[in-house]
């Protein structure tokens, strides 16, 4: 049974950057792709990228290219987002989840969240 | 790429039944048969309920069922009971992944 785990919430000011981390357990990290997902406060979701641990390949969503890095350490099996140049609409519940692959067009399960306050 | 489109609220009393829709494009709902469904209750995280339009995971009770046609995939709740009163949310892939804006459903 897999369990994802994030790290605590954050406040960061304007133009700096944040990086969340997810802990993996149960199941065999590397095998499986790892993708991110926001939800803005009253708002919907909102895919971000992922990445395969295996390869080492990350693919982010256009909108946050440049501007979002996820990387990924199989001897800890944990997955990290860095999100940078953070803006006040920055604002935001980032979720990981596994999933988001040519084997798993899904997302399941998914860690509890991480809130980011970007704020000055 | 726009997200796919939900009616912003539905209702129904228990033990009725619901259908949320969920309409994209040929370019997402449309072309691919890897629409998802999410639940999400106040402050919690999204829990899976349909992959692949109408396969259930494991523990989703039978209750919940998906369906597509064309550019629209809808998730259909028969029987409905307190505990479903929650956001509801697709996901259809689309060389990237795109989520719809969500639908808040009342349990009467």
């Known amino acids: 049974q897999v369990q994802l785990v994030q790290s605590g919430a954050e406040v960061k000011k304007p133009g700096s950057s944040v990086k969340v981390s997810c802990k993996a357990s149960g199941g065999t990290f590397s095998s499986y792709t790892i993708s991110w997902v926001r939800q803005a406060p009253g708002q919907g979701l909102e895919w971000m990228g992922r990445?395969?641990?295996?390869?080492?390949?990350?693919n982010y969503a256009q909108k946050f290219q440049g501007r979002v890095t996820i990387t990924a350490d199989k001897s800890t099996s944990t997955a990290y987002m860095e999100l940078s140049s953070l803006r006040s609409e920055d604002t935001a519940v980032y979720y990981c989840?596994?999933?988001?692959?040519?084997?798993?067009?899904?997302?399941?399960?998914w860690g509890q969240g991480t809130l980011v306050t970007v704020s000055s | 790429q726009s997200a796919l489109t939900q009616p912003r609220s539905v209702s129904g009393s228990p033990g009725q039944s619901v259908t949320i829709s969920c309409t994209g494009t040929s370019s997402d709902v449309g072309g691919y048969n890897y629409v998802s469904w999410y639940q999400q209750h106040p402050g919690k995280a999204p829990k899976l309920m349909i992959y692949?339009?109408?396969k259930r995971p494991s523990g989703v009770p039978d209750r919940f069922s998906g369906s597509k046609s064309g550019n629209t995939a809808s998730l259909t709740i028969s029987g409905l009971q307190a505990e479903d009163e929650a956001d509801y949310y697709c996901c259809s892939y689309a060389g990237s992944y795109v989520f719809g804006g969500g639908t808040k459903l009342t349990v009467l």
């Open positions: 990445i395969i641990p295996i390869l080492g390949i990350a």
């Open positions: 692949d339009v109408s």
């Open positions: 989840a596994r999933g988001g692959s040519s084997s798993f067009h899904w997302f399941d399960p």
